[in-house]
């Protein structure tokens, strides 16, 4: 069974940063593309960026480009979003999604619970 | 960058068809996928490749495309199948995924 459990999530200052965890199980993490995706309360989803499964190809929503960092380690199954200068339009749910292939142009099949980023003073 | 343009709302009757539509630039040319999210919870794939369903998902829904625009159809629509409706494709030209303004669709 395909599982994704995110972590990490809290409440941090304007311009703070935070690091969120995805750890995944029950397929080959090594191989499938992951994604990052948010949703602001009330508000629609939103990618936020995604790594392909040999983790050579990364992109980023002009939104948080220069600002988040999207990695994997393949050794802990485990996808990582570092979050810097953090701004309070980035308070969202943060989901981790598997693709259902090696590159993130594929359709999102799995999806993590969801962990809260709140960013305010 | 590209769009994708979804109504806001759609509501319908419980028995009845709810049609939930998704337009886009050439939208044909690209694979489109409906996620399902309930209020509180994570999305669910329900639709993918313009029309193929995973599995577990029941016949009643379909997808489709015209023109610029693609639909996803609910068949015989369920007071449990009230819940908030995206449409996503990959934007070739930006890399980027890309989502629909989702539909809330509210089983009356």
């Known amino acids: 069974e395909v599982q994704l459990l995110e972590s990490g999530g809290g409440l941090v200052q304007p311009g703070g940063s935070l690091r969120l965890s995805c750890a995944a199980s029950?397929?080959?993490?090594?191989?499938?593309?992951m994604s990052w995706v948010r949703q602001a309360p009330g508000q629609g989803l939103e990618w936020v960026g995604g790594?392909?499964?040999?983790?050579?190809?990364?992109d980023y929503a002009d939104s948080v480009k220069g600002r988040f960092t999207v990695s994997r380690d393949k050794s802990k199954n485990t996808l990582y979003v570092q979050m810097n200068s953090l701004r309070a339009e980035d308070t969202a749910v943060y989901y981790c999604?598997?693709?259902?292939?090696?590159?993130?142009?594929?359709?999102?099949?799995?999806w993590g619970q969801g962990t809260l980023v709140t960013v305010s003073s | 960058s590209y769009v994708l343009t979804q109504p806001p709302s759609v509501s319908v009757a419980p028995g009845q068809t709810a049609k939930i539509t998704c337009g886009g630039n050439?939208?044909?040319?690209?694979?489109v996928h409906w996620y399902q999210q309930k209020s509180g919870q994570a999305p669910v794939l329900v639709v993918f490749?313009?029309?193929d369903r995973p599995s577990g998902i029941p016949e009643r829904f379909s997808g489709s495309y015209s023109g610029n625009t693609a639909t996803l159809t609910i068949n015989r629509v369920e007071a449990g199948e009230e819940a908030d409706y995206y449409c996503?494709?990959?934007?070739?030209?930006?890399?980027?995924?890309?989502f629909g303004g989702g539909t809330k669709l509210t089983v009356l």
């Open positions: 999604a598997k693709h259902d292939y090696e590159v993130a142009t594929s359709k999102l099949d799995y």
């Open positions: 029950g397929f080959s993490f090594n191989f499938y593309a």
């Open positions: 790594i392909s499964g040999s983790g050579g190809t990364i």
């Open positions: 050439n939208i044909g040319s690209k694979s």
């Open positions: 490749d313009d029309r």
């Open positions: 996503q494709v990959w934007d070739s030209g930006s890399d980027h995924v890309v």
